[in-house]
């Protein structure tokens, strides 16, 4: 069975560009969540997702954005890059949100902002 | 703010030996406590989880152990491979409203010498 799976693997952008970043959960995971890593710090939740629905949000400016598909997908967006946007950024998916079950992470999406 | 703390950047043991992992949290409303292991260029991996009704839980080679009071929990592996080599998140969350946000430490990098 397909886990998350992310795209791009790897991104370069420019300061003041925007990315939009993809996930695809695994099949019948209905929620979506988004983390950001940066070097030697553990990830920190930016957004969640259910139902197409904004569940959750992180303590990330409105430069950030994200929505979900009807078939459960996902893209996170970031407007206006700065040099600190530089980061791994994740994307986890569950079942269903609201009961105590792990999230399921892919491998994530390398964005160097030069 | 550092809501959950792992205290030691990194550790050393022996194959065959029990490694202790350590993590310690802040917030009283985390109910639900995850270890993820992580490689280089890949995503977390889910390992095991415990919710705050128990003390202890158990999967093969990993044992999770929670102390509510001290709001500490540890993560034993034994016997340890050089397999397991690898960084290591405790991660928890508070399930307020069905929000599935993640609070993660910092981690720390296990090293397991044949």
């Known amino acids: 069975d397909a886990g998350v799976t992310q795209s791009p693997t790897h991104l370069i952008k420019t300061r003041g560009q925007h990315v939009t970043l993809r996930c695809s959960p695994i099949s019948g995971h209905k929620s979506v969540s988004w983390y950001q890593q940066v070097l030697g710090q553990g990830p920190q939740f930016i957004f969640q997702?259910?139902?197409?629905?904004?569940?959750g949000r992180g303590n990330f400016p409105d430069r950030f954005s994200a929505r979900q598909f009807p078939n459960y997908s996902s893209e996170l967006n970031v407007n206006a890059l700065l040099l600190g946007d530089s980061a791994l950024y994740l994307c986890?998916?569950?079942?269903?949100?609201?009961?105590?079950?792990?999230?399921?992470f892919g491998d994530g999406t390398r964005l160097s902002i030069l | 703010d550092q809501q959950v703390k792992q205290n030691s950047p990194s550790l050393s043991v022996q194959e065959g030996r029990i490694s202790i992992l350590n993590c310690d949290y802040t917030n009283s409303m985390f109910d639900y406590f995850l270890w993820y292991k992580k490689y280089p260029a890949e995503g977390p991996t889910f390992l095991i989880s415990?919710?705050?009704?128990?003390d202890k839980n158990e999967d093969g080679r990993f044992t999770v152990f929670l102390n509510k009071s001290a709001k500490h929990l540890s993560l034993h592996i034994v016997p340890s491979q050089p397999g397991d080599s690898a960084v290591y998140f405790c991660a928890a969350s508070a399930g307020q409203g069905g929000s599935e946000k993640l609070v993660f430490g910092k981690g720390t990098k296990l090293t397991v010498n044949p």
């Open positions: 997702y259910y139902e197409k629905e904004e569940r």
């Open positions: 415990i919710s705050s009704i128990k």
């Open positions: 986890a998916s569950s079942l269903v949100p609201g009961i105590n079950q792990p999230q399921h």
